[in-house]
């Protein structure tokens, strides 16, 4: 009985698991499109370094807390409108990607700028003493030691994207959250819940294990 309902279950499952890393995927590329890029500003940005500008720090920490500090639930309800405008639609996998990069973007830039502030400052100010221009030391000394930091933070926030989409499964956002809510709770079917539990486990522990793999071969140091 239990594997007969399985059975039935692996074409919905196959499509929500299918959703899912399709709607992580696209935020996780906004993520990394944008996050980087910002979190090296709030970085370089900052008193004592070679493009300190107290007014851009302010103002680009104050966005990023300000996102982060929403939590995400009702993000995606507030960014329906943005994201009919964007997609033309409220529901589907796509639709939830809006909402899903908007949260994803600061929570990458904070753990950028968290992983440059573990570069030791000796390293930074050899740098500009021998002339180096603030692009070189960007490309050549600041994303080269911050590598293995980088790529735990897009371990952990492809993780936290996880999550997310399953959360977007409230406002019909599709994949495996979406199937947990509709049959798991709404038709209070047991077998899809510690199903869709279990894939999600699993798929964490996957992307776990790659993130911390890609990390040591990234360590130089």
Not at 113 to 133: D, H, M, P, Q
Not at 150 to 173: E, F, K, P, R
Not at 178 to 188: E, K, Q, T, V
Request: aromatic share 8%; with cysteine.
């Amino acid at each position: 009985m239990l594997l007969d309902a399985l059975i039935d279950l692996i074409p919905e499952l196959n499509k929500a698991f299918l959703e899912t890393i399709y709607m992580v995927a696209i935020s996780l590329f906004v993520a990394i499109l944008a996050g980087l890029p910002l979190g090296i500003l709030l970085f370089v940005t900052d008193r004592g370094l070679f493009l300190e500008n107290t007014v851009v720090k302010s103002v680009l920490g104050f966005i990023v807390n300000m996102i982060r500090s929403i939590p995400f639930v009702i993000l995606l309800v507030g960014l329906l409108p943005l994201t009919k405008l964007i997609t033309g639609t409220t529901i589907g996998p796509t639709a939830a990607s809006v909402s899903l990069s908007v949260a994803a973007v600061p929570f990458f830039a904070r753990i950028v700028e968290t992983s440059l502030r573990e570069i030791e400052k000796g390293v930074i100010e050899a740098a500009v003493a021998v002339g180096a221009t603030p692009w070189m030391i960007i490309k050549d000394v600041l994303l080269p030691e911050a590598r293995p930091g980088i790529v735990h933070g897009i371990t952990i926030t492809t993780i936290s994207l996880v999550g997310y989409s399953a959360m977007a499964g409230i406002v019909g956002g599709g994949g495996i959250g979406d199937l947990a809510i509709r049959f798991g709770y709404y038709r209070y079917d047991n077998t899809v819940m510690i199903t869709t539990i279990v894939i999600l486990i699993c798929l964490v522990q996957i992307i776990q294990f790659v993130g911390d793999h890609i990390a040591r071969l990234v360590d130089k140091r």
